[in-house]
């Protein structure tokens, strides 16, 4: 497998630092509003990763944090005159609904949270200055970016340049303008910890670096996040947790790109601002996952309601491919293979093997995504209710456990419409022979498979909600 090295600007062959594990860190969300479109790419493209690592046979361990404590969430309590507690336990819950809807993570997944870290972020702060690589300001401690070793190789941004025109937080006690800020004097009416330095909080960018090396360690595999977080955010990680631990902080740093809207950068003063809460009033939350894996992750994609509307029929024709297949399932019967059979068995494979192919290509879920189409439309072409079982079977399961990598496909099954009818049938002739009760349980096992039925002049007619 090769991945694309924002760090090395190149696709590299895939090692793990221990083989058979893999240790990934995404940057989640700052918890003081919902998510929007362009925070729920990474989430989506990252966490897919996730997944076709486990589907190679890799033991995942994969971390999305959330940052509880930040300017803009103290900002929030203020605005709505509550506590910070509130503010972040609001936007979690919020958070991890849209996570259900997105269909994002599962046992393999951690959510530590930065207020839960502080020893260890006080521990790594510590460390820093006996290195002499950090320095305390009446509270305020910050990191002294000479002692960072190739500062920039990351974002391939040249220090004295950014020393003279970089817009960064000015402050005369600073030794240097690019020096950033590991913990922060306390102010009234802030949350603030003890520390050696005296109460205060952590800065945003020794969070992520205290995280990952508390849960994955030193060097971990794959760092992940939006390519506007490259610099300072990551840049900055790599400098203090490098420094501290005198060893690589991530071999392979993935950046995706950014969204656009109707060709637009997303913005609040555009008017063109959307959250995946917003998404929800008019799609589900399924059609967004597969617009976000529909382009390479590190193109830029533009979201507009046509894009979307496109997504969600591309969407709806992969699930009648699959009900397809299952209603084959039904009607078909277990007999030997003919030779030709046996040779179909080879040609489905071969969509397996190019959806592997793509995402071992720098994880290119839009090529992934037309193997799987492409599948639909063998297997509507050539696959009729006198098939054999067997290779239905073969095919269905293919379908699932491709869809599955990139976490689509997953809502029940509707009822079909011939099981409908049979029902209908069965209860029209339960009202006949007077067995109410069992014309009664047939139409409230209808109505909780979305199916209600009218009783007309005309006979039965049902809708679906």
Known sequence: MKLYNSLTRSKEEFIPVEKGKVNMYNCGPTVYNYIHVGNARPLVVFDTLRRFLIYKGYDVKFVVNFTDIDDKIINKANEENTTVKNI?????????????????????????????????????????????????????????????KDYGKLSKKNIDDLISGARVDVSDEKENPMDFALWKKEKEGE?????????????????????????????????SGGEDLQFPHHENEIAQSETLNEKPFANYWLHNGMITVDNQKMSKSLGNFFTVKDVTKEYDLEVLRF??????????????????????????????????????????????LSKEEEKMFMEVDKFKDEFIKSMEDDLNTADAITSIFELIKYTNTNLYESSSKKLIQYSYKLLMELSKILGILTKKDEILEDEILELIDKRTEARKNKDYKLSDEIRDRLKEQGIILEDTADGVKWKRI
Request: proline share 4%; hydrophobic share 35%.
């Open 88 to 148: 972040t336990e609001r936007y979690i819950e919020a958070f991890m609904e849209d996570a259900k809807g997105l269909n994002l993570y599962d046992y393999s997944t951690i959510n530590p949270k930065a207020t839960d870290h502080i020893s260890q972020i006080i521990e790594f702060i510590h460390g820093l200055i006996k290195k002499d690589a950090a320095y305390n300001v009446d509270g305020n401690v910050y990191f002294r970016i000479e002692k960072a």
């Open 291 to 336: 617009f976000l894996l529909s382009a390479h992750y590190r193109s830029p994609i533009n979201f507009s309601r046509d894009v979307m509307d496109q997504t969600k029929n591309g969407l709806e024709r992969l699930y009648n491919g699959k009900k397809q297949l299952e209603y084959l399932l039904g009607k078909t019967e277990d007999r030997e």
């Open 191 to 223: 949350p603030s910890w003890d520390s050696p330095w005296g109460k205060g909080r952590p800065g945003w960018h020794i969070e992520c670096s205290v995280m990952a090396k508390d849960i994955l360690g030193d060097t971990i595999d794959i760092h």
